[in-house]
Nanobody, 120 residues
Framework: QVELVESGGGLVQRGGSLRLSCTAS????????LGWHRQAPGKQRELVAD???????NYADSVKGRFTISRDNAKNTVYLQMNSLNPEDTAVYYC??????????????WGQGTQVTVSS
């Protein structure tokens, strides 16, 4: 019903910046919040940030002040601007969408992931 496609990952140096993009297609009306999760090797997937259709944002403590999430509802796209990157930010970053339905709690749809690597 919904497809999420990420782009913008890559290799950056410590202290560098990167911007991720995720575009949703399909049954867009079923989506409430859009966000980003990440998973580093050997670690559990964790929430990075999310944003509702009305613009409310939520960030993990580890990225507050460095990352900024935004969305363009007209383009069905969510962005993650990442500044002051450090090697601990290295992970696969996944776009995620939550459903408007009470029968679909948590993340309803996942993107395929994009690799972010921060060198020392």
């Amino acid at each position: 019903q919904v497809e999420l496609v990420e782009s913008g990952g890559g290799l950056v140096q410590r202290g560098g910046s990167l911007r991720l993009s995720c575009t949703a297609s399909g049954r867009i009306s079923s989506i409430n919040a859009l966000g980003w999760h990440r998973q580093a090797p050997g670690k559990q997937r964790e929430l990075v940030a999310d944003i509702t259709r009305s613009g409310r944002t939520n960030y993990a403590d580890s990225v507050k002040g460095r990352f900024t999430i935004s969305r363009d509802n007209a383009k069905n796209t969510v962005y993650l601007q990442m500044n002051s990157l450090n090697p601990e930010d290295t992970a696969v970053y996944y776009c995620a969408a939550k459903s408007v339905s009470m029968f679909r709690p948590g993340v309803a749809y996942w993107g395929q992931g994009t690799q972010v690597t921060v060198s020392s």
